[in-house]
């Protein structure tokens, strides 16, 4: 309490404080001069109550000025300025003591001698500790781990910081009494706890005070006891505070009886919101329900919606889900069971299908409002649609199936830094230039030089001295840009003496690879700044590579295949290999039934015959061509609308829908398939390269020889991001980059990549050949699906394409159905039937060849519509009868 100036002094008795007056020496010889003048008849009784008024109210004047200052104190702590100001201090607080005992696991053992030692010696100048927070850190994590309450004190960090949040935001996030009985409570039997099973060993995780109570109670009670008092309080507490409820359900097996009684319940609940069952009730006026009420209303399962409809007013109650007609949404029986679709490769009894989905009637003007709560309800009682549920199982590769290299860390060296710089400041000067500044930045193979020349300096003239550059520092390599895009600087580029690895390993494991979002992701390697370069392939959306034999080329195909398996599930991307060297990709042949897709009745999947592969490039334009009309049916406009469409249940199998998964063609020598087949080759990879982007195929075309007559103005014109490692000339440079500089690269895996507007020098991650093997081991020995995911079929010019002699002694059921629409519509697709038919698309296709093989419908024209050669139905009729036969 505070003290008061001259007149009164403070004597606590107990609780209580009691104010007697102080009289000073000079107060007592005034008071006996008085009594002296005085007469002695006088009675000394006169003089008292005189002195015990001012004495009284000298004390109640007191009061006032301590309640005033009271007061005072008190307005000035509720202040909202202060309240925040209290507020940041706590969240101060928390911060502190949450680095302070995080430090303290760290550095318990260099600063302990300190601090248990006098506060004289711990803060002298020549003491050091380790604390992150210094010596007052060092001694306050001290105090609550190895005296107080150990690891149990890291509790005391959110419960400052809620505090504080409260002081600061004016608002109460926690009952105050509640909220500080339970904290206090856990430090407390935490604390006990760890000190319990951690005392000969870690003694700092429970602290002192819970060695000493835990030494205590075991002395009286023994361990066992000790244990069981601890599991008996936390069972306490947890039914204290949350309430922990121990009864098990029962579960709800419902009978006639069961039914009966439950309509009961309902009908007696609802009379007692609205007695009046026949009107509806006022959504203004809200009932009051009592808790039992509620539990009545809530707790029982309804059987019969349609029943209940009949019988139940209809209740319409604010901020709840509006009430829906459940004879419309539920589907009829016929449509509850398991749809009897077709998934494209899979066999029924193999994988898991998803049994229910949104019926579509042919839409005209789109999807009805019907439509959209089917799907909600479909995808409320099933969930969404799930494509990596036909392997459910399957375990993605783990990076420690590629070789660690080490952190592959450069080796060059400052003086090696220093001696490139004088070299090129001095050859410059030699001719006259005179820079202002110079940076370096070490990249992976080479080094980047930036230099700021002085005013008047023109670029060309630095441009010009390329090879006098590289004459002076004795290097292959040199590539001048100027001037860096976006920098205001000239670059010289500089290789290292000794080389970087950029192993996929770290690529693989870096965060970066790790948490992209890209829906393609090809990770390439590290730039000149020793950045990780991730591209997203679906935006490139194709890739065309080119370098001279023995610069990386197939290396940085097994990248980026490598970098698509580590991220994509095999029911999420196919591949297509074309590999006429019949060597580069055969390794990959081991996960043919999980990734690879290829033509109907084909042996391998790697395609290496030029004609296969011609009937493959013209199978993926039917492909393309029917994931359109897919897409057109489903009113969206890429694959992937359109798969978020199918996942959520609005589109139908029976309709023809399924999941697409992304394609990728990779062809890794282009030049040998133009100078064999041309113009067979050439076009159809045109029209994917233009088209095939909106639906999911990608593609990555790889060539040694980027001449014109290979990489043609078609093509390239289709291809905006292109990788050049090293070539021979300049014109080849020209060629595949539109720009020079290819041909200065040092081979490697040293490559440039132009997306468009500027290039980037990417040294290409490595991945050896026994790695990949390693990968593709481990995926081909996991379930796979029954066969390769198969491609549509196509028929040449000259017959072939793989199909068999179909026998229409066979045919299937629905034939004469089909014609029948062929042949009134006049189409005769695959999709069509889909449609029409509710077929899937293996089916549709099969019959689509007995059509052809009877003569009802004519071959296969391309991007054309195929014929239907029968007019009308005696026609039709004419050719079954014969067919019968």
């Known amino acids: 309490m505070a003290k008061t100036k001259n007149k009164f002094r403070e004597t606590s008795v107990e609780d209580t404080v009691v104010?007697?007056?102080?009289?000073?020496?000079?107060?007592?010889?005034?008071?006996?001069?008085?009594?002296?003048?005085?007469?002695?008849?006088?009675?000394?009784?006169?003089?008292?109550?005189?002195?015990?008024?001012?004495?009284?109210?000298?004390?109640?004047?007191?009061?006032?000025?301590?309640?005033?200052?009271?007061?005072?104190?008190?307005?000035?702590?509720?202040?909202?300025?202060?309240?925040?100001?209290?507020?940041?201090?706590?969240?101060?607080?928390?911060?502190?003591?949450?680095?302070?005992?995080?430090?303290?696991?760290?550095?318990?053992?260099?600063?302990?001698?300190?601090?248990?030692?006098?506060?004289?010696?711990?803060?002298?100048i020549d003491t050091k500790v380790v604390n992150w927070l210094g010596k007052f850190g060092a001694l306050v994590s001290h105090l609550f781990m190895y005296k107080w309450f150990g690891v149990a004190s890291f509790i005391l960090v959110p419960v400052f910081a809620i505090y504080g949040l409260q002081k600061l935001l004016n608002k109460q996030i926690?009952?105050?009494?509640?909220?500080?009985?339970?904290?206090?409570?856990?430090?407390?039997?935490?604390?006990?706890?760890?000190?319990?099973?951690?005392?000969?060993?870690?003694?700092?995780?429970?602290?002192?005070?819970?060695?000493?109570?835990?030494?205590?109670?075991?002395?009286?009670?023994?361990?066992?006891?000790?244990?069981?008092?601890?599991?008996?309080?936390?069972?306490?507490?947890?039914?204290?505070?949350?309430?922990?409820?121990?009864?098990?359900?029962?579960?709800?097996?419902?009978?006639?009886?069961?039914?009966?009684?439950?309509?009961?319940?309902?009908?007696?609940?609802?009379?007692?919101?609205?007695?009046?069952?026949?009107?509806?009730?006022?959504?203004?006026?809200?009932?009051?329900?009592?808790?039992?009420?509620?539990?009545?209303?809530?707790?029982?399962?309804?059987?019969?919606?349609?029943?209940?409809?009949?019988?139940?007013?209809?209740?319409?109650?604010?901020?709840?889900?509006?009430?829906?007609?459940?004879?419309?949404?539920?589907?009829?029986?016929?449509?509850?069971k398991s749809l009897d679709f077709e998934i494209n490769n899979p066999s029924a009894d193999e994988l898991v299908q998803e049994p229910a989905f949104a019926k579509e009637e042919p839409k005209g003007d789109g999807i009805t409002l019907d439509d959209e709560v089917k799907a909600a309800q479909l995808v409320e009682e099933f969930g969404q649609y799930d494509p990596t549920l036909d392997l459910g199982h399957y375990q993605f590769p783990s990076h420690e199936l590629l070789i660690d290299y080490g952190t592959g860390n450069g080796k060059v060296n400052n003086e090696e830094l220093v001696a490139n710089k004088d070299r090129i400041v001095n050859t410059l000067k030699n001719y006259g230039i005179e820079i202002d500044k110079i940076s370096a930045t070490v990249g992976p193979t080479v080094t980047l030089y930036e230099i700021v020349p002085?005013?008047?300096?023109?670029?060309?003239?630095?441009?010009?001295?390329?090879?006098?550059?590289?004459?002076?520092?004795?290097?292959?390599?040199?590539?001048?840009?100027?001037?860096?895009?976006?920098?205001?600087?000239?670059?010289i580029e500089v290789p290292n003496q000794t080389p970087e690895m950029v192993p996929m390993r770290n690529i693989i494991a870096s965060d970066k690879f790790q948490n992209t979002t890209h829906d393609l992701p090809i990770a390439l390697g590290k730039t000149i700044n020793n950045e990780i370069f991730i591209a997203d392939l679906a935006k490139m959306p194709h890739l065309l590579m080119a370098g001279a034999t023995g610069q990386g080329k197939s290396v940085g195909l097994n990248a980026i295949l490598v970098s698509l398996l580590y991220k994509k599930h095999p029911a999420q991307i196919k591949f297509v290999l074309v590999d006429p060297k019949k060597v580069e990709l055969t390794?990959?042949?081991?996960?043919?039934?999980?990734?690879?897709?290829?033509?109907?009745?084909?042996?391998?999947?790697?395609?290496?015959?030029?004609?296969?592969?011609?009937?493959?490039?013209?199978?993926?334009?039917?492909?393309?061509?029917?994931?359109?009309?897919?897409?057109?049916?489903?009113?969206?406009?890429?694959?992937?609308?359109?798969?978020?469409?199918?996942?959520?249940?609005?589109?139908?199998?029976?309709?023809?829908?399924?999941?697409?998964?992304?394609?990728?063609?990779?062809?890794?020598?282009?030049?040998?398939?133009?100078?064999?087949?041309?113009?067979?080759?050439?076009?159809?990879?045109?029209?994917?390269?233009?088209?095939?982007?909106?639906?999911?195929?990608?593609?990555i075309i790889a060539t040694q020889r980027p001449s014109v007559n290979i990489i043609t103005g078609t093509i390239k014109a289709n291809f905006p991001a292109r990788i050049a490692f090293r070539v021979t000339s300049k014109i080849d440079s020209r060629t595949i980059l539109d720009a020079g500089g290819a041909e200065q690269l040092i081979g490697r895996g040293d490559m440039l990549l132009s997306t468009g507007n500027d290039l980037i020098r990417i040294q290409c991650a490595f991945v050896d050949t026994p790695e990949a093997e390693k990968i593709t081991e481990f995926i081909g020995s996991q379930r796979a699906y029954p066969s390769a995911f198969l491609l549509p079929e196509y028929v040449g010019e000259d017959g072939s394409g793989g199909k068999e002699e179909i026998d229409l002694s066979e045919r299937d059921k629905m034939f004469e159905d089909a014609a029948k629409l062929v042949v009134q519509f006049q189409q005769g697709s695959a999709s069509f039937l889909q449609r029409k038919l509710?077929?899937?698309?293996?089916?549709a296709g099969r019959i689509v060849d007995q059509l052809e093989a009877a003569g009802i419908i004519g071959p296969f024209e391309g991007s054309k519509a195929r014929e239907v050669r029968c007019k009308d139905m005696a026609q039709l009729d004419e050719i079954i009868r014969n067919i019968k036969g």
């Open 454 to 491: 002085a005013a008047g300096v023109r670029i060309s003239k630095i441009k010009n001295l390329e090879d006098d550059i590289a004459l002076s520092l004795a290097a292959l390599g040199i590539r001048i840009i100027a001037p860096i895009p976006g920098r205001g600087t000239i670059g």
């Open 174 to 336: 926690t009952k105050p009494s509640a909220f500080t009985a339970k904290w206090l409570f856990l430090m407390v039997w935490t604390s006990l706890t760890l000190a319990f099973f951690f005392h000969d060993k870690l003694f700092f995780l429970g602290g002192g005070y819970g060695y000493i109570l835990n030494q205590q109670l075991s002395n009286y009670v023994g361990s066992i006891g000790s244990l069981a008092i601890l599991a008996f309080s936390m069972l306490a507490f947890l039914v204290l505070s949350v309430n922990l409820n121990f009864n098990i359900k029962k579960d709800v097996l419902p009978n006639l009886e069961e039914e009966h009684i439950i309509e009961e319940e309902i009908n007696s609940a609802l009379n007692k919101i609205n007695p009046n069952a026949s009107t509806v009730y006022d959504t203004t006026q809200e009932p009051v329900l009592s808790k039992e009420e509620e539990d009545e209303l809530l707790n029982f399962e309804v059987v019969s919606p349609s029943e209940v409809k009949e019988e139940a007013p209809i209740i319409e109650k604010q901020e709840e889900a509006i009430p829906l007609d459940l004879n419309k949404i539920t589907q009829p029986e016929a449509e509850k």
């Open 19 to 124: 104010q007697e007056p102080i009289i000073d020496k000079n107060d007592i010889e005034e008071t006996m001069t008085s009594t002296k003048n005085k007469t002695k008849a006088a009675k000394p009784s006169s003089v008292k109550p005189e002195k015990k008024a001012d004495a009284k109210s000298s004390v109640n004047e007191n009061k006032i000025s301590l309640l005033e200052k009271w007061n005072k104190t008190i307005s000035i702590y509720r202040n909202e300025r202060t309240q925040k100001l209290i507020g940041l201090l706590l969240i101060l607080a928390s911060v502190y003591l949450c680095i302070a005992l995080v430090s303290y696991i760290f550095t318990w053992d260099k600063d302990q001698d300190k601090v248990l030692g006098p506060l004289s010696e711990l803060f002298a």
């Open 587 to 699: 390794l990959f042949n081991k996960i043919e039934r999980h990734f690879l897709a290829k033509l109907p009745n084909s042996e391998d999947a790697i395609i290496t015959d030029n004609t296969k592969v011609i009937h493959t490039l013209n199978s993926l334009c039917i492909e393309m061509d029917n994931r359109y009309a897919l897409l057109q049916d489903a009113q969206v406009r890429n694959i992937k609308e359109y798969n978020v469409k199918f996942i959520n249940r609005k589109l139908n199998p029976n309709e023809g829908h399924k999941y697409l998964p992304y394609i990728v063609l990779v062809v890794d020598e282009f030049a040998d398939l133009i100078m064999t087949a041309g113009k067979e080759v050439e076009t159809p990879i045109a029209r994917l390269a233009q088209l095939a982007r909106a639906i999911g195929i990608h593609l």
């Open 838 to 843: 509710k077929l899937g698309y293996n089916r």
